[in-house]
């Protein structure tokens, strides 16, 4: 990797970070030695991009830098497009609707000899091996956790039984057979997995009061406490997602 470009991937690796990264971290993901992280951080500060920090505790850019943006490379047009596809395979119109947008506004801007990789990609997703058979629009409960609201819904659990559920969603997750709602469900005083497709009924309610974040950060910990992994999307094992 040439200088300038591992410049600028420095910078991007600081914009998306959460906190400072060390220079052996910066180091790992360039594949250089920590020596060439510091003579590059050296180097980004003398050219008055405002990165902060030491060696030995990490450095971090300032909020508000604007970067000049650049052209996106082969393998990232191939990521996005990859995404996208996948997305369109889930039977949420809006959704598609949007990931078929996406690949057109990387086709309009991107030279010639970069298109093939949008209009014919060489990746693919697997097959679903579902069609997301659902009586609710996910439409309505992605509201429900963008806008922080309660969701009335009548669920079928795998037994067959029913029953009137309010919720607080916190996340909607994606596999490739089924959708996996993550809420906090009032009747059990605790967070529970629905499958979308075992909605029968949703309504949008009043908002929960609990910013989504704050909601998130707490079922995060519900699931750091009972062992399972922290991954923000995907299902925990199949005894507690049962637990209805």
Not at 8 to 27: M, N, S, Y
Not at 206 to 217: S, V, Y
Not at 225 to 235: E, K, N
Request: with cysteine; net charge positive.
């Amino acid at each position: 990797m040439r200088r300038a470009q591992r410049l600028f991937q420095i910078i991007q690796i600081l914009r998306r970070a959460t906190g400072p990264l060390t220079a052996a971290a910066l180091a790992e993901e360039l594949e250089v030695s920590k020596r060439t992280v510091y003579r590059d951080v050296a180097e980004l500060i003398g050219q008055r991009v405002p990165v902060e920090g030491e060696p030995g505790f990490g450095y971090l850019l300032r909020p508000g830098y604007d970067l000049p943006p650049l052209m996106l490379t082969r393998d990232e047009i191939e990521a996005i497009v990859l995404g996208a596809q996948w997305v369109m395979d889930r039977n949420d119109k809006v959704l598609a609707g949007a990931a078929r947008n996406v690949i057109a506004k990387i086709v309009d801007v991107i030279p010639d000899q970069l298109r093939p990789y949008a209009l014919e990609p060489s990746l693919g997703p697997r097959p679903v091996a579902s069609d997301y058979n659902e009586a609710i629009d996910p439409g309505v409960i992605r509201s429900a956790v963008r806008d922080g609201r309660k969701l009335q819904m009548r669920y079928r659990d795998d037994a067959g039984a029913e029953s009137e559920r309010t919720v607080w969603p916190v996340i909607l997750g994606y596999s490739d057979t089924a959708r996996m709602l993550v809420a906090w469900c009032e009747l059990r005083a605790a967070f529970r997995h629905f499958r979308t497709d075992r909605i029968i009924q949703a309504n949008l309610l009043e908002p929960h009061g609990t910013k989504p974040t704050e909601l998130r950060l707490r079922w995060q910990a519900w699931r750091a406490s009972l062992g399972f992994d922290d991954r923000l999307i995907g299902a925990p094992p199949e005894s507690a997602t049962l637990r209805q």
